[in-house]
């Protein structure tokens, strides 16, 4: 009996070091967007990656997009603070678009109708009302923060870290592409090194549901806000390209359910959302689930994408071509472009990782 015994134990001992040798190493990720805050879905999009075992997060990159980018940096680290992440590097990017302003807007306006969300240059109010410059952070409703972000710009970040990591980082970017254009600038090798590049936009097809529904929810916000940028960004060669455009608009919860699972799972991080949570699409929130865990999208079609940067009534909207008609000469490339996602199978992963990042 003690020699079966013996050898049983053998059996599993090795059993136990074959699994955690197959066990696959966590994607690393680095998240850059327009943190607006407090709450919201920009900042929210930390969640997903940082409560998934599967995801090694390098680090967050900050733009101007939803929110002025030094406001966006100290919401951001004033969370990564409450819930205990500040291990994670912030890096400080974009202030302005590489062409884009104000008065471009204004001037756009005047010819072509309203922008219906300005994000930093005036939310829903007048563009005229909008600061030319970056104004300085104002009093936080939830809080200053202690730590600083990283000295390294964000480009300088995400380009030292393709470098190394080569063909291992996915890059997730939900707001303008500012950040992204600019790595892709100073290194030609920036996009070719990452192992893939996931993104928040690309709106088609908005115009009648700008039209009959909310004109906000339908304005494809990250590609107008820096179209040059864009156009930059979706023309590297990367490896593979992912497009999260409509269907992540479909998933809300509402302040009664954050208000639900802050009482059966309170924490520091519910505590939060109870108190700042603004009830809109989890358009950013399902990005990031979706780098998380791939297998929520249910499907994809493959396609060319390009965003415009002429200047008239298509400036910044999101052009699609076949292959056969695609322009392929002047760099535009296939993207996967998702038109499906299990909507039930992402809201209760989100709701399970809000309740797990104590």
């Given amino acids: 009996m003690r020699p079966r015994r013996v050898l049983a134990c053998l059996a599993a001992l090795i059993g136990g070091c074959l699994a955690a040798r197959a066990a696959p190493a966590p994607s690393l990720v680095i998240l850059d967007n ?8 920009n900042i929210q999009s930390v969640i997903p990656l940082l409560a998934s075992p599967s995801v090694k997060v390098l680090g967050f990159t900050v ?32 202030v302005y678009p590489l062409l884009n302003s104000p ?12 922008m ?24 936080m409703a939830d809080g200053t923060p202690t730590f600083a972000a990283d000295p390294e710009p964000a480009a300088m970040f995400l380009i030292r870290m393709v470098h190394a990591h080569p063909h291992q980082v996915t890059i997730l970017a939900a707001g303008p592409l500012t950040n992204l254009a600019l790595a892709a600038r100073i290194d030609p090798e ?13 709106l088609v097809d908005s115009n009648l549901v700008s039209v009959n529904g909310n004109p906000s929810f339908s304005d494809d916000f990250n590609m107008v806000f820096d179209p040059e940028a864009a156009h930059i960004v979706l023309t590297q060669n990367w490896p ?7 269907v992540s608009g479909h998933v809300m919860l509402s302040r009664d359910d954050v208000a639900a699972i802050a009482t059966a799972h309170p924490s520091p991080l519910t505590t939060y959302m109870a108190r700042f949570y603004d009830p809109m699409p ?24 390009d965003v415009s940067t002429t200047e008239g009534m298509f400036y910044g909207r999101t052009r699609l071509w076949q292959k056969d008609y695609a322009p392929r000469d002047a760099g535009v490339r296939a993207v996967d472009y998702v038109e499906g996602v299990d909507d039930a199978r992402f809201a209760r992963a989100f709701r399970d990782a809000v309740a797990a990042l104590k």
């Fill in 34 to 41: 327009d943190f607006n805050g407090p709450g919201g879905t």
């Fill in 63 to 94: 733009v101007t997009g939803d929110g002025w980018e030094n406001a966006s940096s100290a919401h951001l680290r004033r969370l990564l603070e409450l819930i205990g992440h500040t291990d994670v590097p912030v890096h400080d990017g974009a």
């Fill in 103 to 114: 008065a471009r807007v204004r001037a756009h306006q005047i010819l072509y109708g309203e």
């Fill in 116 to 139: 219906p969300w300005k994000g930093a240059w005036g939310r829903h109010g007048p563009i005229t009302d909008a600061a030319m410059v970056q104004p300085p952070v104002g009093a």
């Fill in 190 to 202: 920036f996009a070719s090194l990452a192992k893939d590049f996931v993104m928040v936009g690309g």
């Fill in 240 to 246: 593979k390209i992912t497009v999260i455009a409509g």
């Fill in 282 to 305: 989890l358009w950013d929130e399902m990005a990031a689930a979706i780098v998380a865990d791939p297998t929520l999208i249910t499907k994809t079609q493959s396609l060319y994408m």
